[in-house]
């Protein structure tokens, strides 16, 4: 019989406080977050518990057309993974469905004939919210998996962190103990029966765009044409990025005219894969150790400070109240400053500014869900320069994030908005509007970058998501 591994282990902890089932027929895993099959922890701790009770593992996934902030962009591109989630059960005998409902409805139902009922993590307030009451709820055992960071959020730190500069040790001592692999545990009772059905209108991902049409899906931006979803997209662009852009992530990497980033923040947001696959085939091809080092600071310790953010300030932590204080006296006291341009929201969205750059970068947005970091950052300030107040700009800002975003409504949303606002960051020369946080500037932009490669980079980025069909 196998058992979990003990740095696995650390990942888990037990919710409410209901016992085991012990006429089950099942183990039950209720996937979210961590929509893959590979590097899973969650699927693999279910499939753990599984072994040990002698009963096949269910698996079932909650399709909730009133998610918050769920658009069909983002609805088509996370059920778009759920293809790969098929067909990688299905080899390893595990019973698979998705079904149409809330996720405290869908979970109560494959709870009920389930010895226990395995969950991955999630730290956003409403992710959290439903995962407490379904444990409420269930009526049987309920363990979570912090599956979708290398060192568990917990773990890696036990306060609200305030800067890279105390989180990175912090989590750097905890990074070795969890790369190692995760599973796959073999299962020894396979079933691809669900035992019994949810009885829940249920869909078959193998079926695509043509199931996702027949469900409902809010109002919203379009779908990407040139974003294929899952697994194994998700793993051809970790190819694509160590093949030929690692090498100049370091020196290119700022640079929004020559991308030499990995494009892998849509299939981190939808679990499609691991950070720490990601993290471990970046070591096995790191062309040297200042290209590792500088893609593993983005990759666990900005991205885990993101999630250390969201999980130590749940109340505030997409808020202007949640700003550092600091940050918010600076802003307070400029917030009478006369600005260069009021644009409104609706200009803001059309990306009807005074400049070109920043329209081009909403239009790439708009167009194809995604946005060069640096030029991420460039957004978000001048939308600050441009509020009537630090507040409106704020929350300006984390709409369009996350109504555009494919990446978007993740903890590396607030944490970035956040940023552009002084989170995680420190007093700079003072600047009009800006106070002490950090200003950027479009003289600051045409240093960084060539502003007609850039804007040429957008155009064809823009070209090639039309072209493919894309409508945004
Ligand atoms: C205003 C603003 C808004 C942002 N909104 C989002 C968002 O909605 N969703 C999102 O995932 N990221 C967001 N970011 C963070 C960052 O810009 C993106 O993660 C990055 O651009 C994604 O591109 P990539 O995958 O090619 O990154 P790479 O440079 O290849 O980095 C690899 C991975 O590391 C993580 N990462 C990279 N940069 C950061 C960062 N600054 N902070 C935290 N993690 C990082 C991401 O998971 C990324 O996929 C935002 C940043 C800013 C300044």
Known sequence: MSRPDRAQD?????RGDAPERSDARSVAYLMDRSRRTVDAPALERAAAHANRLGLPLRVAVAYDPDEPGLTP???????GGLRDVASGLARRGVAFEVAVGDPV??????????????????HLRHERAWRERLARTAGVAVEEVDADVVVPVRLASDRHETAARTFRPRVWRQVE????PV????????SDRPDPPLDLPVVDPREGAAALARLPVPSGPPPIATAPSGTRAANAAVRRFLDDRFGRYVPDRQRPDRDASSGLSPYLRFGQISPRTVA????????????????????IVRRELSFNHVLFAPDVYDRYEGLPAWARATLDAHRHDPREALPSEEELEEGRTPDPDWNAAMAIMRATGGLHNHMRMYWAKRILAWSPSPEEGHARTLRLNDRWFLDGRDPNSYAGVGWAYGLHDRPWPE???FGTVRSMTPGGLARKADPEAWRREAERRIDEERSAGGRG
């Open 10 to 14: 650390a990942r888990s902890e037990r």
């Open 73 to 79: 962009r983002t609805a088509a591109f996370a059920f």
């Open 105 to 122: 409805a869908v979970g109560v139902r494959l709870a009920r004939h389930a010895a226990l009922l395995v969950l991955d993590a999630g």
């Open 177 to 180: 103990r969890f790369l190692a």
């Open 183 to 190: 599973g796959p545990v073999t299962l020894e009772r396979r």
């Open 280 to 299: 471990a085939r970046a070591r096995d091809a790191a062309p040297d150790a200042t290209a590792l080092d500088a893609f593993l600071e983005q990759l």
């Open 431 to 433: 600047r009009a509007v």
